[in-house]
């Protein structure tokens, strides 16, 4: 396989329980093995949820690695109008993080949050997913990277009782 310069995440905003223990180390090894692969820029799409968990272990990450870059990719500056102080106060400080933030329409459209999906999808040349259902614009996400070709990892898998296969599938991290 060929070297990665750029890696996108997509995943659902809701996180169950049993979930939210497994993710940060899954998401810090698989930024890990992308920057292994060459990867340097990471873009995220800002929303709660998976999102929020993959911005951290980027930000994290780079707290060692310094030419790591992290991009968000927003569908509206007023995104986050309805969220409660304590998640406003965490994508503050994700933005104030950032290295840069783009804006896909300057307040909320219907198309907003697609074309930031198509654009995760087609940034990245590895996209790192959380996705355990069909019916969700993370989804969607994951659909246009395999249709462009994309090297994609679901983490959903993996967050859960292992199986011989997904333990297989944990390997590359």
């Known amino acids: 396989m060929q070297d990665i310069s750029t890696c996108s995440f997509t995943g659902h905003r809701t996180i169950s329980v049993p979930h939210r223990a497994a993710l940060p180390d899954l998401l810090s090894r698989a930024v890990a093995y992308a920057y292994g692969e060459g990867c340097r820029t990471f873009y995220t799409g800002g929303a709660l949820g998976f999102d929020t968990y993959a911005a951290r272990a980027v930000i994290s990450f780079r707290v060692t690695h310094r030419d790591v870059r992290l991009v968000l990719l927003l569908p509206c500056p007023d995104q986050a109008d309805a969220w409660n102080a304590r998640q406003r106060t ?17 307040s909320y459209t219907k ?3 697609r074309l930031r999906n ?8 590895l996209l790192i997913a959380y ?7 993370a989804a969607q996400t994951l659909r246009a990277a395999v249709r462009q070709g994309k090297r994609v990892y679901n983490l959903y898998p993996h967050c859960g009782e292992k199986t ?3 333990k297989e599938e944990e390997k590359i991290f």
């Open 111 to 113: 198309d907003c949050m």
């Open 118 to 125: 198509l654009a995760l999808a087609g940034r990245g040349d």
């Open 90 to 106: 965490e994508y503050e400080w994700i933005l104030g993080a950032a290295d840069e933030v783009q804006y896909f329409a300057d």
């Open 131 to 137: 996705v355990g259902h069909d019916r969700s614009g």
């Open 164 to 166: 011989e296969e997904t």
